[in-house]
């Protein structure tokens, strides 16, 4: 780990299933996943991807749990809980949330997933602080607060300090005078003139020793105030804040992993054969984001980082008192240019100390165990740590939906450094939005993960499974949030019943996204560690304006520490060409929040960086206007900032556009192409991993970018528009399709070949995604190499055939012309189609199981958990949401949808249709004629049912499983004010027929 301590130190600043590969059964049934128990050297995820790895996920790519455990609980019951994760392809599982269990039973938890190839995270409990440990520890965690008092001039002082009113064990830092310049007040912040400081510390008397390392914890001075104008007489003290081992010292982390050694000894075998992770959330009470303003040796850290003392700023620390998330006002002020450069130092020296002290020396110790550090580096209230620095070490970074408002560029700085350092993990905390308590559908979680891949997110960590019961939970049974945030996952809820086929989707996307190394078009600096929290800021984006990813550009975040890296050079006009590659680097002068004064500022050592960098040949565009400060107090590095910039304003390759709306038409002429080039621009999002001899791309079909519900961010259904839509993507080879709902690999039979570029077109429902690779080497994928392919067609598509042959499809008669790669072009006909097929106004017998609690609501402990499942038998004239059924007004659960249809001999040579089943909520199955369709998109609800009908009577039976909240809302009565969910199948269902003809 010496490396990672240097590393630290220099980066402060200064249908047709021939020619298909699939596992059989693996569409619809509970897939399998790679077996094996979690190996210490194996990847933490992303083996390389093969078709069969595909199909067959490995455990490493599956979704994990946080697992909050009830104050009570069973060995037969964890044992059996965790036995349902891995049946429900889960193989991870965090517990401490909630109750951390003793000791013996973590042990029963790591001996029972050692055995079924489960991950085990722990967090709280000793992985935070001693038993017992409290707030007044002299290595507790630690902020300034203070007592202050207004003087008039010339008027004297004579007593006791001023002190907060607090009951916790106080030690003075330092008393300073301020001449006010401002407003005095106790309820807003007040502006001091600083020139005026005077440090009075030495003058208190009658001093004790009850403070931390003997300090005085109290004191009395004499003063008299300098005539012309008012005085704040400020006195500042360390409090204990949080009853743990201090983020910022070696003493402090010393004493956590005293503890953890002490508690560990048992397991210590257990641990090391799980290889899992210690992980620490980014509440700031869970060790994730420090903000602390105080430690034992913070003063001397701080001068040997910045060669000033602090002490004439502390009042700039302090805080007025606040509630709730919100980021607290500070009790002073010296000016803005000067506190904020006071800030940026002053966050920059608790990031360099927290992650030498903390971070890198417990992911050392670590090793030990076998255990690696996960954690979500960002504040809970206002600017905490530097959020890329952070996540450019971190053996494992996590974000959040809760906290990043669902929005795709708030996700995008942490992946920026798990890119620049060719990581592959990057968890998300998913999705513990408001409301969402048993009301949140697979579909939600598919379109929350989406956001999310969308932003580098490569790990899913479901918010949450919880433990079945406790003493005092109700029905469906114990919870942390049973009535608040989402969601409570497992086999309480009907679609849980579903839950393999999702959490294999996520596996496989995953495996995708993690493969190789990414491949980014744009860099965008940023000043990170005044970092803004998301949702401290109404429908916040870093980059505002659209019209770069609807150009197709992809774009990462780029902080001082990104840019210090050894990789961050110039090749062949890219930096960092080996990945991720960026083709230009922005300085954006407009970047939000504009409130963070900091946004336009750029560090000495990084603007050398940055002018290097342009003459080494890498194109730069400014933004507005380019940097002309330092973020830090330094007398001389704003000019020379400035005097940089000019150097760089004056090189070829740097342009300056008035705007971020710009920026898209000058790459376009400039000759800077995105990897996955639209035809037209739309709201598609790409990301591109490359690895030897195949370029994975990944597409998202974007709806709504904002949340018009943040925090309480559940996806509406109605967001965005289906696409069909061309991309030119760069790379060679063979192009095929891999679909992460039934793991099958597919030919692309229809493209064309250019320059290092292949071109495709691609049909995307709302929110949905498509995966296509290309390859020089088809046998990975379970492919053939083909001779030919198809360039252009009038027909609707090309899809494969039997045996390799290549087949055109379209939804009317006519006759189609085919143009193949080697030249040739074919004429077809299709005769004459059989009208499409509405089942929606037809007659349907719905048999539903009605899920209720077994024993009357309130009932508490294990018989909270049973529940009834009342058969419900309806025959429907026509498709309606279950509120609007009244057998079926308050119900939740599984319902079989069963309608009969007739197919006349029109049908007969039929071999290519379509089922779309309109609107379904939540998870659902098909069925024809007692055969299984092995895909249908969950998000789409529509499949290629060709192969399944028949002439005569058809039978199509459609399993629908909802979510609990509709029972719920009839039962709890914070639940009921929450919105009815239109359960069920409602439609329009329609099967639509396609005529095909073989071309080659």
Do not use: C
């Not at 029972?112 to 520890?137: C, M, Q, R, W, Y």
């Not at 907060?164 to 106790?186: F, H």
């Not at 165990?369 to 809970?380: E, S, W």
């Amino acid at each position: 780990m010496a490396s990672e301590k240097t590393f630290v130190a220099s980066m402060s600043r200064r249908g047709f299933m021939g020619g298909v590969v699939a596992v059989a059964g693996a569409g619809l049934a509970a897939p399998a996943f790679a077996s094996g128990q979690q190996a210490a050297s194996a990847p933490l995820l992303g083996a390389r991807l093969t078709f069969r790895t595909f199909a067959t996920p490995p455990r490493a790519d599956a979704p994990w749990v946080r697992w909050p455990l009830a104050p009570a609980v069973t060995d037969a019951e964890l044992e059996t809980e965790l036995t349902e994760m891995a049946r429900a392809g889960i193989f991870g599982a965090e517990i401490g949330q909630g109750t951390f269990p003793p000791i013996a039973q973590v042990a029963t938890i790591l001996r029972k997933a050692n055995e079924l190839g489960i991950t085990i995270s722990l967090s709280h409990g000793p992985v935070a602080a001693p038993e017992g440990f409290t707030v007044d520890d002299e290595n507790a965690r630690k902020s300034v607060v203070h007592g202050a008092v207004k003087l008039a001039g010339g008027t004297s002082f004579s007593g006791v300090l001023p002190a907060p009113s607090t009951e916790n064990r106080l030690t003075l830092i330092a008393v300073i005078a301020y001449r006010i310049t401002g407003t005095w007040s106790t309820t807003a912040t007040t502006t001091l003139d600083l020139d005026s400081a005077t440090d009075l510390t030495g003058k208190v008397t009658d001093r004790d020793t009850r403070g931390v390392q003997g300090g005085t914890s109290s004191g009395r001075l004499t003063w008299t105030a300098p005539t012309g104008g008012d005085w704040a007489l400020i006195a500042v003290y360390g409090v204990g804040t949080i009853a743990q081992p201090d983020l910022l010292t070696v003493a402090g982390r010393r004493v956590l992993t005293q503890v953890m050694d002490q508690e560990f000894a048992p397991i210590k075998s257990l641990l090391r054969k799980n290889a899992g992770d210690l992980f620490y959330d980014s509440h700031t009470g869970d060790r994730g984001s420090p903000n602390d303003t105080w430690s034992n040796t913070l003063a001397a850290d701080f001068r040997k980082a910045n060669g000033y003392s602090l002490v004439p700023y502390l009042p700039a620390l302090t805080t007025l008192p606040t509630s709730g998330f919100g980021a607290a006002l500070p009790g002073f002020t010296f000016g803005a240019t000067i506190t904020a450069k006071f800030t940026n130092d002053f966050a920059q020296t608790r990031t360099d100390v927290w992650l030498r002290t903390q971070v890198l020396a417990l992911q050392e110790w670590a090793k030990k165990y076998n255990q690696k550090i996960r954690l979500q580096p960002y504040g809970q209230n206002g600017p905490a740590v530097d959020s890329i620095q952070a996540a450019a070490v971190l053996d494992k970074v996590e974000t959040e939906t809760l906290w990043f408002g669902d929005v795709v560029d708030n996700y995008l700085p942490e992946a920026s450094a798990v890119h620049m350092t060719g990581r592959t993990w990057y968890s998300i905390e998913a999705s513990a939005v408001l409301q969402g308590a048993y009301a949140m559908t697979w579909q939600d979680q598919v379109v929350h993960m989406n956001k999310a891949y969308a932003g580098g997110v490569t790990k899913l960590v479901s918010h949450i499974y919880p433990y079945a019961d406790s003493s005092t939970s109700v029905w469906p049974g114990f919870s942390l949030f049973p009535d608040s945030f989402g969601n409570s996952w497992g086999p309480r809820s009907p679609h849980w019943k579903d839950a393999a086929r999702y959490n294999a989707y996520f596996a496989r996307t995953q495996q995708v996204l993690a493969q190789g190394t990414a491949q980014r078009d744009v860099a965008v600096y940023m000043q990170n560690y005044v970092y803004p929290q998301p949702y401290l800021y109404e429908n916040l984006q870093y980059w505002s304006d659209a019209g770069l990813e609807r150009s197709g550009y992809t774009r990462d975040y780029l902080n001082p520490t990104l840019l210090a890296l050894p990789n961050a050079i110039v090749t062949n006009g890219r930096l960092a060409e080996k990945g991720p590659g960026y083709k230009v680097l922005i300085l954006d002068g407009q970047q939000l929040p504009t409130s963070a004064a900091s946004r336009s500022a750029m560090d000495v050592a990084t603007a050398r960086r940055v002018l290097a960098l342009a003459k080494a040949g890498l194109p730069v565009v400014v933004v507005g206007s380019a940097p002309a400060s330092s973020p830090g107090i330094d007398a001389d590095a704003d000019a020379t900032v400035q005097k940089l910039m000019k150097q760089l304003l004056a090189q070829r390759g740097v342009h300056v556009v008035a705007r971020q709306s710009e920026v898209p038409a000058l790459l376009t002429k400039l000759g800077i192409r995105p990897d996955a080039q639209p035809a037209e621009a739309g709201p598609v999002l790409t990301v591109h991993r490359k690895d030897n001899g195949a370029d994975f791309y990944w597409f998202y079909n974007q709806g709504s970018v904002i949340s018009p519900k943040t925090p309480a961010n559940t996806y509406d259904p109605a967001t965005g528009s289906p696409v069909s839509a061309t991309f030119t993507l760069a790379g060679r080879g063979t192009p095929l399709r891999l679909n992460p709902w039934d793991g099958s690999v597919t030919p692309i039979e229809r493209y064309t070949t250019g320059k290092g570029t292949v071109t495709v077109s691609l049909d995307l429902a709302p929110e949905d995604t498509a995966i296509v690779v290309l390859t020089t080497d088809p046998s990975r994928f379970g492919q053939k190499s083909r001779a030919l392919h198809v360039v252009s067609t009038t027909a609707d598509a090309v899809v494969p055939g039997k045996d390799g042959a290549i087949v055109i499809a379209a939804a009317a008669a006519g006759s189609y012309s085919t143009t193949l790669s080697n030249g040739r072009v074919v004429h077809s006909k299709i005769g004459a189609l059989p009208r499409a097929i509405d089942l929606t106004g037809t007659t349907w017998t719905l048999n539903a199981e009605d899920w209720q609690p077994a024993s009357a609501y309130g009932t508490t402990g294990p018989a909270a958990t049973k529940t009834t499942k009342k058969a419900v038998s309806v025959r429907l004239a026509a498709l309606k949401p279950w509120p609007q059924i009244p057998e079926l007004t308050d119900a939740s659960g599984i319902g079989v949808y069963t309608s009969t249809f007739q197919l006349d001999a029109t049908w007969k040579a039929v071999q290519s249709a379509t089922l779309s089943l309109g609107s379904v909520t939540d998870s659902f199955t098909v069925t024809i004629n007692g055969r299984t369709v092995d895909f249908v998109n969950q998000l789409s609800a529509s499949a290629e049912i060709g192969s399944h009908l028949k002439q005569g009577a058809n039978t199509l039976e459609v399993t629908v499983s909802t979510t609990l909240i509709n029972r719920l809302r009839t039962l709890n009565k914070t639940q009921g004010t929450w919105p009815v969910q239109a359960n069920g199948l409602v439609g329009p269902v329609t099967i639509t027929p396609r005529g095909t003809a073989t071309v080659a």
